[in-house]
């Protein structure tokens, strides 16, 4: 389960080039369509126009839901903070808003179309990465601590934050260079602010060991078939909350390995 972060370039160079060269520019060009929209228009013979107020209704609400999509996204904060939402969607416009009125400044007057529309939607795209990544690190490096039962984990409401009892995917520390990080997955043991302690989980072999326990697959490993075994007995390594690797957890960890791992916290 666990992977090298180190022999994966590969795989983040593909993921990047993607980003690049579709992502960006797709959400980018939502973000600006009101700006490149009429001037696609405009460049039609005969050129057109919009007419009406729905069509205007239109191509405006589309960087609306756009950004409110993207504030969802971005956003870790507990459920009852709603407002960080459309909060956080009008920022975005705004920064958007500001990006496309310095570019347009720069190519407003290129003679061709699609340098200008891949212009403005490449300024809108990178805006809108940026926020992403500073709302997701705002978030994490300001979330306050969660109380957990050490008991069996109990089915909860998802906050898009780690809790005890969860396994989660997430960079995890090497415990001989703690500078470097491997993918794996792990269970969150305790949480703090703007860090978990967790358990990690890996398919090597470890039976006959003290220091790991075998862990079935029941209820978060539903595909591999594969066998994992979980750290016990030892020091809980500390994930910021930014090296957490999804929005939600993989599953929680079975009830039998749960009461082993939660008596050694006591």
């Known amino acids: 389960m666990a992977r090298r972060s180190d022999t994966s370039c590969g795989g983040a160079g593909c993921a990047g080039l993607l ?8 959400v ?8 490149a929209m009429p001037d696609l228009l405009a460049e039609q013979t005969p050129p057109q126009e919009l007419h009406g107020f729905g069509q205007y209704l239109i191509l405006y609400a589309i960087p609306v839901v756009v950004a409110l999509l993207l504030a969802l996204f ?7 903070a709603w407002w960080l939402v459309p909060a956080r969607a009008a920022a975005l416009l705004a920064l958007v808003a500001a990006a496309l009125w310095w570019t347009e400044g720069k190519v407003g007057d290129h003679p061709v179309w ?6 403005e939607s490449m300024a809108a795209g990178v805006v809108a990465l940026v926020f992403v990544v500073v709302v997701r690190r705002w978030d994490a490096s300001r979330g306050g601590s969660r109380g957990g039962s050490r ?5 909860v409401v ?3 934050r780690p ?28 949480v703090h602010s703007g860090h978990a302690e967790v358990a990690q989980i890996t398919t090597k072999d470890k039976d006959g060991r003290t220091d790991h326990i075998r862990m079935p697959n029941d209820g978060w490993d539903k595909a591999s078939g594969r066998a994992h075994w979980v750290e016990f007995g030892r020091t809980p390594r500390r994930v910021d909350y930014g090296m957490f690797l999804k929005s939600r957890p993989q599953g929680r960890c ?5 009461r082993q791992l939660s008596r050694q916290l006591d």
């Not at 980003?19 to 797709?26: C, E, H, R, T, Y």
């Not at 980018?28 to 700006?35: I, K």
């Not at 809790?163 to 969150?188: F, K, N, S, T």
């Open 74 to 80: 971005a956003g870790r904060r507990r459920a009852g």
């Open 158 to 160: 998802r906050t898009h």
């Open 114 to 119: 699609n340098v200008r529309a891949t212009a």
């Open 254 to 258: 079975p009830a039998p390995v749960w």
């Open 151 to 155: 008991d069996v984990p109990r089915v």
């Open 163 to 190: 809790a005890p009892g969860e396994i989660w995917l997430a960079m995890v520390p090497l415990r001989e260079d703690p500078a470097r990080q491997l993918r794996h997955y792990c269970v969150v043991l305790a």
């Open 28 to 35: 980018g060009y939502l973000l600006a369509v009101p700006l």
């Open 19 to 26: 980003l690049v060269l579709f992502v960006l520019p797709a």
